[in-house]
């Protein structure tokens, strides 16, 4: 009680990981020994050591309060997990050569994984926000296609900002097109998610797997997000447009206010970033 919705966002979303790599068990249940996979787990998945930290000491929070309320007798499991010390990587930003590439073998494989990573390469997107997405979210009858970012029971949203509208073109566009024609659920990618919750983790772990062993082995996923920044940049679309249409918060006053840029405004940027003027040519043929 008492504190902010990112808080327990952030709970959810770190008692979820614990129990995606060791399952739902009881309290007592859970070992140091268990502790020690989840550290490794996440550190296979792609996380640097401060990210793995940072989810331990929420995970450590929660245990301590279980224990406390319930008047336990035990020692917290996640209390005393040895962290390696390792360097701390920054997440490269995909270059422009290799998301061309990771997008022609998106269209050439053509199925619900990839999609999902050429829905991401040219929004930028979070992983959990595109894998949790409802089948509805897309909107590709408008004048302007669009994917709507909004929360859901089994997705929540990072911070508030969060929930905005992204045009789709180019791949994200074309994977669009490909979930709606081959709907099968009312979740985008049914794969990762029910009415329970968004496996993003597992996601995760599966794609920058196929990524690494296909095409650099230095990238993941969240590598679109870095690069959809620098490729708006390049096209030199104001600060406050990219920051709207990534769902960051500038930290100034001012973006509170106003309803902020139009869709068409930002489809006008977004547009310049098509890297395949063939998909982009399908997709029209599609939509018109």
Not at 30 to 50: C, E, F, H, M, P
Not at 171 to 197: G, H, M, P, V
Not at 243 to 259: A, T, V
Not at 274 to 284: A, E, P
């Amino acid at each position: 009680m008492g504190k902010a919705k990112t808080f327990h966002q952030t709970a959810i979303r770190n008692s979820n990981v614990v129990i995606e790599i060791l399952g739902d068990r009881n309290l007592r249940e859970y070992s140091t020994v268990d502790a020690g996979k989840v550290r490794d787990a996440l550190i296979k998945q792609g996380l640097n050591i401060l990210s793995v930290k940072r989810t331990f000491i929420t995970i450590r929070a929660i245990f301590n309060l279980a224990i406390a309320e319930n008047g336990l007798n035990m020692r917290n499991s996640f209390a005393s997990v040895y962290m390696p010390k390792g360097d701390i990587k920054k997440r490269v930003s995909i270059p422009i050569d290799t998301i061309r590439e990771i997008q022609k073998a998106c269209y050439r494989t053509d199925d619900d994984m990839r999609w999902l990573v050429a829905l991401i390469s040219d929004t930028g997107m979070r992983l959990a926000e595109a894998a949790g997405l409802h089948i509805d979210d897309l909107h590709l009858d408008e004048e302007v296609p669009y994917v709507d970012i909004r929360p859901h029971p089994w997705r929540s949203l990072k911070t508030k900002g969060s929930q905005r509208h992204i045009p789709l073109i180019g791949a994200s566009l074309w994977a669009a097109l490909r979930i709606k024609e081959n709907e099968s659920s009312c979740y985008a990618f049914s794969r990762y998610t029910d009415d329970r919750q968004c496996r993003a983790n597992a996601a995760s772990n599966t794609l920058n797997k196929w990524m690494q062993a296909n095409f650099r082995n230095d990238i993941v996923v969240h590598g679109f997000r870095h690069a959809i920044r620098d490729r708006l940049r390049a096209v030199q679309c104001p600060s406050e447009m990219i920051d709207q249409m990534g769902g960051w918060s500038s930290g100034k006053i001012g973006e509170s206010y106003g309803e902020g840029h139009t869709i068409g405004s930002l489809r006008i940027y977004l547009s310049r970033l098509v890297l395949d003027k063939f998909v982009s040519q399908q997709t029209k043929n599609r939509t018109d």
